[in-house]
Nanobody, 124 residues
Framework: QVQLVESGGGSVQVGGSLNLSCVAT????????LGWFRQTPENRREGVAA???????RYADAVKGRFTISRDDEKNTVFLQMHNLKPEDTAMYYC??????????????????WGQGTQVTVSS
């Protein structure tokens, strides 16, 4: 049984920081991609950041320079450090896992399993 459990969301003011974590267990592919996505209040789901086993990664343009993705494969955990948060970062954040051959790391349809999400709210 595959499970992804996110944590670390919350409410912060503009310019603040949050650190998200996601523990992924039970996935059959030991080499894989872990991604962070967000569902905006306008109900748009978009890719935020993703990292393959081995460290290759990708960021959405909107978060480059502010967010950092990392993973600890011994702990089956992916992290998202978020700095200089903006109101437009307000969303439900989801982590997802997919096979290593995912060609579009920020495209939702290529991922196999998803977590339940953690809410991030940035107020001005």
């Amino acid at each position: 049984q595959v499970q992804l459990v996110e944590s670390g969301g919350g409410s912060v003011q503009v310019g603040g920081s949050l650190n998200l974590s996601c523990v992924a267990t039970g996935y059959s592919h030991s080499r894989n991609i872990l991604g962070w996505f967000r569902q905006t209040p306008e109900n748009r789901r978009e890719g935020v950041a993703a990292m393959y086993t081995g460290g290759s990664h990708r960021y959405a343009d909107a978060v480059k320079g502010r967010f950092t993705i990392s993973r600890d494969d011994e702990k089956n955990t992916v992290f998202l450090q978020m700095h200089n948060l903006k109101p437009e970062d307000t969303a439900m954040y989801y982590c997802a896992i997919g096979p290593l051959w995912v060609a579009g790391p920020l495209q939702t349809y290529q991922y196999d399993y998803w977590g339940q999400g953690t809410q991030v709210t940035v107020s001005s």
